[in-house]
């Protein structure tokens, strides 16, 4: 079985302030994981994936995770946050079982608000 | 442009009525998804499918239907709705070797 705990239902930044928004994951295979955004009234869009070539993945608008096995850990990034970025953002794990994954496991959230 | 196209966009029916959201994709993918999106639960898979005539449940089945009679086509049946349906719905494609998927933009369901 696969989960995503995303920590923290809530973050708040100050413009201009680094981004961290946190998620772990359970998998009893190495898995896949995404990072997707939500803005108001909008469908998902996805940030970035890891699939196991570099552990360090850059996605649109300046975010990068970094995928962390030993902390079981993949930790959504941006170094100055602007307004825009105010969104909800889900982190999601799949299998990687023979190039199948059709079973997304979504975390439950981060809606991120970004102060002036 | 590649897509997935979910229709309607907004819906509000009454308790009991049967209805059906479509959902098509334009890539030729295998593999379909319904998940459902509440506040504070994330989004959760309801059924997907593998390929044509090839569909199982998800982690939230209880009260859906779907068919997957044609590859592009993956509608969703509500057979009698009920509130706990309120729901802002997401359908989903993808393909072998590709990895993740492509979401439509969202069906915002409300029963009363």
């Known amino acids: 079985a696969q989960s995503v705990t995303q920590l923290g239902s809530h973050v708040s930044v100050s413009e201009g302030a680094l981004v961290l928004l946190r998620c772990n994951y359970s998998s009893s295979v190495p898995p896949y994981l995404f990072w997707y955004v939500q803005y108001p009234n909008q469908g998902l869009q996805l940030l970035l994936k890891?699939?196991?070539?570099?552990?360090l993945v850059k996605g649109i608008n300046g975010f990068e995770a970094e995928f962390k096995k030993s902390e079981t850990s993949f930790h959504l990034t941006k170094p100055s946050a602007h307004m825009s970025d105010a969104a909800e953002y889900f982190c999601a794990v799949s299998r990687k079982s023979g190039g199948s994954n059709y079973k997304l496991t979504f975390g439950k959230g981060t809606l991120l608000t970004v102060n002036p | 442009e590649a897509q997935v196209t979910q229709n309607p966009r907004y819906l509000i029916t009454v308790t009991g009525k049967k209805l059906t959201v479509t959902c098509s994709q334009n890539m030729n993918h295998e593999y379909m998804s319904w998940y459902r999106q509440d506040p504070g639960l994330g989004l959760r898979q309801i059924y997907y499918?593998?390929?044509?005539?090839?569909?199982d449940k998800g982690d939230v089945p209880e009260g859906y239907k779907v068919s997957r009679k044609e590859k592009r086509n993956f509608p969703l049946i509500l057979e009698s709705p009920s509130p706990n349906q309120t729901s802002l719905y997401f359908c989903a494609s993808s393909a072998p070797g590709v990895i993740g998927y492509t979401f439509g933009s969202g069906t915002r369901l409300t029963v009363v």
């Open positions: 890891y699939t196991s070539a570099a552990t």
């Open positions: 499918s593998m390929n044509v005539e090839v569909t």
